[in-house]
């Protein structure tokens, strides 16, 4: 579904990652894991064309994603990203920040598209929100009406970016759950984390980066039991496994 095909991304001088190809099948669960700085974020904007790259080429299902493609308005509409900063327009309800893309972007019914926004909501728990406003929700709340929000969009893969980052540890489960609930059902995602159990429990394979190259890349298991690279191995000390 999603190829990159030896990206490469700089600003100036400042090499983020180079020569970085990898691909993600339709159904399949892709956690990038790394240290801070190592470019993980700056990848998943690139891959929904929010960061322009110097060299190479990212295709979704063969369509080329760029800033010269006219067809990118469209293409973006096939890709859900979730922010670690959730990113909700503060003067409107959840209702209408969820339906806003699908209805300018898309043209869809605004009658359907609420339903289904408030279907989304109900399954996470939170349709008795729909008219409360972003500052009158928790950071777990608003982080699954960001989720909702992606999904009422239908894309054909989702991209999460940290997304537990800013949560209070209790409200971390609760966003959590919703990721392994769309990962059961076959959704595609490519999932940026520091949560270290939560990327064992969901991913299909994992990919380690650091310094701008892709490390290492395995099954959870065998990443987290017995990783190859002694990069690897350093970045796994550094968290305590049950």
Known sequence: MLKLNH???????????????????????????????????TLLRCINGLEKIQEGDILLEDELIGHQSKQMPLIRQKIGMVFQSYELFPHMDVLHNIIL??????????????????RLLARVGLLDKKNAYPR????????????????????????????????DPEMVR???DVILSL??????????????EFARAIADRIIFLDEGKIIEEAD????????KTKRAKQFLNLFKFE
Request: glycine content about 8%.
């Open 7 to 41: 990206v490469t991304k700089s600003y100036d001088q400042n090499v983020i990652f180079s020569d970085l190809s990898l691909e993600v099948k339709k159904g399949e669960v892709v956690v990038i894991l790394g240290p801070s700085g190592c470019g993980k974020s």
């Open 101 to 118: 893309g699908p209805t300018k972007a898309q043209g869809r019914d605004k009658a359907e598209t609420i339903k289904e926004a408030e």
């Open 136 to 167: 009158q929700l928790s950071g777990g709340q608003k982080q699954r009406v960001a989720i909702v929000r992606a999904l009422c969009m239908k894309p054909e893969i989702l991209l999460f970016d940290e997304v537990t980052a800013a949560l």
């Open 174 to 176: 609760e966003v959590l």
């Open 183 to 196: 990962a059961k059902e076959g959704s595609t995602m490519v999932i940026v984390t520091h949560e270290m």
């Open 220 to 227: 959870p298991e065998t990443f987290f039991t017995n990783p």
